[in-house]
């Protein structure tokens, strides 16, 4: 009978160690290795997950706690959730700290005035600028330094009250001093600068620097950006225009690169879950039939064994308990009757599948019309649009200028529509004079407050009266509503 105990604990334990499946528990840099596998390709949500997991394994290790949380915080600048980035690089600053550290510490210090700077928060930017500054300079990192100056440049064009003279200062100093060249962000800076100054041959020759030297897609909307600042400066509303489009269209294509890879990835994630939970059904089934098989081995040993235990006994009391013998062999039978019937009677579990439904996430992103949604746009470029747009819209001399350019140019084209379509409503002059001047479909319906189907209806409208009337000159008409 200890024979037969033994063997049943055997069969449970293979049982439970055939279906323990988990692989074992992952390194602290195994995970943070994940991380940074899923931050690259834009998996924030895995990377997110991943980084936590090893944020708890490396418990007090305040080394790979600094960096596993500048790690997270990258993953958050990288969703544009600066408040979470912030966060974590204090927890980066405090542990570096605490593991004797004092570059990284400085570092992630920056990194946080940074994020503050990109979350328009320039008064505590400007702080923690200082602060790290002062340590820069303490240790001669002239690196750091030059970085800090770059930031502080930065902040002063882009703050409510712009100090350009403060940023061409900080930004000659990180050239000359501090023998630093100048990224294509740095010259696209000292560009906007000059235009604020009024200086409008330096702004130009540093906006063209910035765009031969633009290497990244980062660079080039920057480039862009600033085109559309320097532009707006000089008055010059088309040329301002057509960059602030081009600007609107790179980000908006940023957004739909990432929200196309963002989809790639959930999609991919749902279909590993799913195949983990097939895999853990499947250990979960072979689990149950090893424990059926376990405790019907039980059984038979527990039968065999009662049924042994009898026959000796009985074998014994042959002479004296003949009938006793019989009956209980006949119970015997009918219990070993019974049993097989129950055993001919199980039938195998089975099998379940999971069926869901996996969701498509699409999103149209327009031009300006849509833009104020983008979170990437800063509320300054809004006032600034709508500054511009105001003028186009409700300005009489604005029009008015628009109206003499383009008789000017083309023979009185304006002045011979009013008068050979008297009947033409103020408001169709207007539309006129609009794509006369080359502004798109875009500018319009921006200026007009209206959507562009609105605008396509009223400028084929527009085309039908004039074709439609006896006007001298109709073809004519009719030509620049055609460009």
């Not at 009978?1 to 055997?10: P, R, T």
């Not at 350009?164 to 630093?180: F, M, Q, W």
């Amino acid at each position: 009978m200890k024979k037969f105990y033994l063997l049943i604990c055997l069969l449970m334990v293979f049982s439970l160690s055939a279906c323990q499946n988990d692989g074992g528990a992952e390194s602290t840099d195994d995970l943070l290795r994940l991380g940074r596998t899923y931050a690259n390709a834009g998996d924030s949500r895995n990377a997110i997950l991943a980084l936590t997991k090893a944020s708890k394994s490396a418990g007090r290790d305040s080394a790979s706690l600094g960096l596993i949380f500048s790690e997270i915080a990258k993953v958050y600048r990288q969703t544009g959730d600066y408040a979470e980035e912030i966060s974590y690089l204090a927890k980066a600053e405090k542990a570096y700290d605490n593991s004797g550290k004092p570059y990284s510490s400085r570092m992630a210090r920056f990194e946080s005035a940074v994020a503050s700077y990109m979350a328009q928060d320039y008064k505590t930017a400007s702080v923690a600028l200082k602060s790290v500054m002062d340590d820069a300079v303490a240790t001669s990192d002239t690196l750091l330094e030059a970085k800090c100056l770059e930031t502080y440049a930065k902040i002063a064009v882009d703050n409510p009250e712009p100090e350009p003279k403060l940023a061409i200062s900080l930004l000659t100093r990180v050239s000359n001093d501090l023998h630093t060249p100048l990224s294509s962000i740095d010259r696209g800076i000292l560009a906007y600068a000059y235009s604020l100054s009024g200086n409008v041959n330096d702004a130009r020759m540093w906006l063209a620097r910035a765009g031969k030297s633009a290497e990244t897609e980062e660079d080039l909307i920057r480039y862009k950006y600033r085109s559309y600042q320097v532009n707006a400066n000089e008055g010059k509303s088309e040329e301002s225009l057509k960059c602030l489009e081009e600007y609107v269209r790179y980000t908006s294509n940023q957004q739909y690169e990432r929200m196309k890879k963002s989809a790639a990835n959930a999609e991919k994630e749902y279909f590993r879950q799913q195949s983990e939970l097939a895999s853990a059904r499947a250990d979960s089934f072979r689990m149950e039939m090893l424990v059926i098989a376990a405790l019907a081995l039980a059984l038979v040993f527990s039968v065999t064994g009662f049924l042994r235990y009898r026959n000796l006994e009985t074998s014994k009391r042959l002479e004296e308990e003949k009938a006793e013998t019989e009956k209980y062999m006949s119970l015997a039978e009918e219990l070993q009757t019974k049993m097989k019937a129950a055993e001919s009677q199980k039938a195998p579990a089975e099998k379940r599948s999971h069926d869901a439904k996996a969701e498509m996430l699409e999103r149209l992103c327009e031009q300006y019309y849509v833009y104020e949604g983008t979170e990437n746009l800063q509320p300054k470029v809004l006032k600034e649009v709508k500054s511009i747009i105001d003028d186009l819209r409700t300005n009489p001399k604005t029009i008015a200028d628009m109206e003499r350019n383009l008789d000017e140019n083309y023979g009185g084209i304006i002045a011979r529509l009013r008068a050979q379509l008297p009947k033409l409503k103020e408001e169709d002059i207007r539309l006129y004079v609009y794509v006369a001047s080359g502004f798109s479909s875009t500018a319009i319906s921006t200026i007009l407050e209206k959507e562009k189907n609105i605008v396509y209806n009223r400028i084929y409208r527009l085309k039908g009266k004039i074709d439609s009337s006896e006007a001298e000159n109709k073809a004519e008409f009719l030509d620049f509503l055609s460009k």
